[in-house]
T-cell receptor, first 114, second 113 residues
Framework: AQSVTQPDIHITVSEGASLELRCNYS??????LFWYVQSPGQGLQLLLK??????LVQGIKGFEAEFKRSQSSFNLRKPSVHWSDAAEYFC????????????FGKGTKLSVKP | DGGITQSPKYLFRKEGQNVTLSCEQN?????MYWYRQDPGQGLRLIYY???????QKGDIAEGYSVSREKKESFPLTVTSAQKNPTAFYLC????????????FGPGTRLTVT
């Protein structure tokens, strides 16, 4: 069965430190991968997406993610975290033939220490 | 500006009452989706529609109903049959074809007492 795993429920980093949020997927078809961010009580905002080509993708707000097919991973990174990055982050995967449906991970909540 | 609107932001109902959540988009997207979000559960798909006058059940459709009479509108009704309706509800839309990136509305928090 298709699945998306975000192993870390909650991560705390200091402001200015680097960040890596993990995402692993299990999908038979060629995946399309997404990272979304959600502030409390708000909708989800698309940070970045991978469809094909360069496996390192750049997104908004200084985020990037790397697709590693051999590891079935799509980890999100940021070199220097800002206090405003505190939010919940969701990884999602879709594929051709999925009728447009995305499978979402359960999210990783990021806290930022001053 | 193009986007998705959901209204109201907060909704309160008494147990046993049906309630309808609004979702409107002006992105000219063919596909629309409803998700339910509970703490620690991520997003769970309730219903989706890829074209007007057609929709399919998602993973947790029991106790919910939808309609898709217009391309830009996809209202969700939470019926009295839904055993635990208090949750945060998110509407999303996307183009019908690949790569399926979805755009989300701001959400409606429903509280049933």
């Amino acid at each position: 069965a298709q699945s998306v795993t975000q192993p870390d429920i909650h991560i705390t980093v200091s402001e200015g430190a680097s960040l890596e949020l993990r995402c692993n997927y299990s999908y038979g078809a060629t995946p399309y991968l997404f990272w979304y961010v959600q502030s409390p009580g708000q909708g989800l905002q698309l940070l970045l997406k991978y469809f094909s080509g360069d496996t390192l993708v750049q997104g908004i707000k200084g985020f990037e993610a790397e697709f590693k097919r051999s590891q079935s991973s799509f980890n999100l990174r940021k070199p220097s975290v800002h206090w405003s990055d505190a939010a919940e982050y969701f990884c999602a995967v879709g594929a051709e033939g999925s009728q447009g449906n995305l499978i979402f991970g359960k999210g990783t909540k990021l806290s930022v220490k001053p | 500006d193009g986007g998705i609107t959901q209204s109201p932001k907060y909704l309160f109902r008494k147990e046993g009452q049906n309630v309808t959540l609004s979702c409107e988009q002006n992105l000219n997207h063919d596909a629309m989706y409803w998700y339910r979000q509970d703490p620690g559960q991520g997003l769970r798909l309730i219903y989706y529609s890829q074209i007007v006058n057609d929709f399919q059940k998602g993973d947790i459709a029991e106790g919910y109903s939808v309609s898709r009479e217009k391309k830009e509108s996809f209202p969700l009704t939470v019926t009295s049959a839904q055993k635990n309706p208090t949750a945060f509800y998110l509407c999303a839309s996307s183009t019908a074809g690949l790569p399926y990136e979805q755009y989300f509305g701001p959400g409606t928090r429903l509280t049933v007492t």
